[in-house]
């Protein structure tokens, strides 16, 4: 009896399996409805709360965050562009990765390495929403939502012995948020130095991959690791606060260089210097400057019927390029009538000086700097010491905004003994202001006041929105922790009954620049109606 039933149960098995696979067949797939039916679209409030889960994913992020924009335009242009765009970053790939593959040809049995088929497919990108941030920075920061699902084919081919081993990559699926920062803008197209990427998230990337036809993916556990261990590499080089540059231009066109530090210059005497005078002997002073500089050579006092003067007078000047810059010293005769007699000159290059070390000098004076001037009269000699002190680190840094506003508040504050509330530049840039209007005329200027000294910009005729993008500093000895500064917009013109008017004022407590180092914001104008002024305000110490 046993036997028997052993028996049925076997021929029961094989005749089961095939009857059921028939069976099956001809239930679910032969009589399958050809007709395809075009899908039911149904608002979103007739879902209940259950089904959302499934479908909040698969919406654009411009329908749930009304901060990102809908860019349509944009998908259409990649689209269009895209048969190109794939051939161009193909060869980016191809001429990338051909340099590293040739490290490896020659090691472990390698005899070639080289790509068989290259290529992304024929479905582009696409960009599900645009984030624009507003910032009183000269940059423009973009967060795009980028989704790539396309058909990709790669195949890697591996020659080791004689034996060829191929490598296929399919099916590539990527979802990524970067951060696309365009800095600094500049007036020369395309308007930006340089491109800054990072990624705000660690990105979502699915792939089929395959090794001499066989699916890797499909080894238990081995799908899991590949995408952790890509994410985790792909975070350590991109995700915020790292960052990727591109450089497009050279930063400094347009753009005006920035000061890097202090030269003290102390000047301490002269000898023997010539007599231009016919009844007395001569009246010298001298003055410094920089060369590359627009502003006004520092003088030291004159010394009246002197060839040998003593000054011992310090000066500070703003240093931008201690590389190429060059420090002009002249040497005049004080005249009370007429043109100033010139006694000499000579030139220091900064590049000699180390920062922070002081260095004397003892030169002899010059008629000019032509090498081929016959004139070797003796002019007499001059004096000084020199000492280089560049600033400290700006703390002003790339990035998130809302890093940027949290280190303003906390990190970037420093103690009294680490700021050192020494010597220091005060920077004052006058950005521009919106929304400015007089009873009788608007051509605003403005005036800029500290510890009575008086800058002015140029005026602007017959706009409310002026941009003056003018900057003015300010040499200090002390930080200004307890000074206020003072801004005024006025409108003038000739010829009129009403030839100044105020069109409105700030005043702005130094201290919290001082904190911290730089505050760049609008100020809302006292007596105007709508004014605001934008401020960028800097303290640098050395």
């Known amino acids: 009896m046993g036997f028997i039933s052993t028996l049925l149960s076997v021929i029961g098995f094989g005749f089961g399996i095939p009857l059921g696979l028939f069976l099956g067949f001809f239930m679910f797939i032969r009589n399958e409805s050809r007709n395809i039916e075009e899908p039911v679209i149904r608002p979103i409030e007739v879902f209940d709360s259950s089904s959302w889960p499934d479908i909040l994913p698969d919406i654009p992020l411009w329908v749930k965050s009304s901060d990102y924009e809908r860019v349509d335009w944009l998908n259409v242009a990649i689209y269009d562009m895209w048969p190109y765009l794939n ?3 193909c060869n980016i790939i191809k001429s990338t990765a051909e340099p590293i593959f040739a490290e490896y040809i020659g090691k472990f049995q390698i005899q070639s390495i080289h790509f068989e088929t290259l290529t992304l497919g024929t479905i582009p990108p696409a960009i599900h929403g645009l984030k624009v941030y507003d910032s009183n920075e000269k940059h423009l920061v973009l967060e795009p939502a980028v989704r790539f699902a396309g058909n990709t ?9 004689y034996l060829n081993i191929r490598v296929q990559l399919i099916d590539l699926q990527v979802s990524v948020a970067p951060r696309v920062i365009l800095k600094p803008l500049v007036p020369t197209f395309p308007c930006f130095a340089s491109i800054i990427v990072s990624l705000m998230e660690k990105p979502q990337v699915d792939f089929g991959l395959k090794l001499m036809g066989c699916d890797l993916m499909a080894i238990p556990g081995l799908h899991h690791f590949v995408q952790e261990t890509i994410k985790r590499q792909v975070a350590s080089l991109f995700l915020w606060p790292q960052t990727y540059e591109i450089p ?3 930063p400094s066109l347009g753009a005006a260089k920035k000061p890097v530090g202090l030269l003290h210059v102390k000047v301490l005497r002269a000898e ?3 007599d231009m005078d016919l009844l007395s002997t001569s009246d010298p002073y001298v003055k410094l400057s920089l ?10 006092s004159i010394k009246m019927n002197n060839l040998n003067p003593e000054w011992n007078e310090d000066f500070k ?4 390029d201690p590389q190429s810059q060059v420090l002009q010293i002249h040497v005049y005769d004080w005249e009370k009538v007429g043109r100033h007699d010139k006694l000499g000159m000579q030139l220091i290059p900064l590049k000699v000086l180390v920062p922070n070390e002081r260095k004397e000098f003892a030169m002899n004076l010059l008629k000019n700097i032509n090498p081929n001037d016959t004139d070797k009269k003796q002019r007499g000699k001059i004096m000084l010491d020199l000492t280089f002190v560049p600033f400290k680190e700006d703390y002003e ?3 998130s905004l809302v890093l940027q506003h949290s280190m303003n508040k906390s990190s970037v504050k420093r103690s009294e003994s680490s700021n050192g509330y020494g010597a220091g530049l005060l920077f004052i840039t006058v950005v521009g202001a919106e929304d400015v209007e007089g009873k009788h005329h608007t051509n605003p200027s403005a005036l800029v006041v500290f510890r009575g000294e008086i800058k002015k910009t140029k005026t602007i005729k017959k706009t409310r929105d002026p941009t003056w993008e003018e900057e003015f500093q300010f040499m200090l000895d002390e930080a200004p922790i307890n000074d206020v500064i003072y801004v005024e917009i006025i409108s003038t013109k000739r010829l009129s009954f009403k030839f100044k008017e105020s069109l409105g004022h700030v005043r702005i407590n130094l201290a919290d620049v001082v904190d911290n180092c730089r505050i760049n914001e609008k100020f809302y104008l006292i007596n105007s109606r709508n004014g605001v002024i934008h401020l ?3 303290w640098t110490t050395a």
């Open 87 to 89: 051939k161009a970053l």
């Open 153 to 161: 084919n790669i195949i890697l081919v591996l020659k080791v012995f």
């Open 248 to 250: 497009i231009l050279d």
């Open 272 to 274: 023997k210097l010539l």
């Open 291 to 300: 060369s590359g500089e627009r502003l006004p050579a520092k003088k030291t």
């Open 317 to 320: 000047l703003t240093v931008k």
């Open 397 to 399: 840094r790339t990035g």
């Open 536 to 538: 960028d305000m800097r």
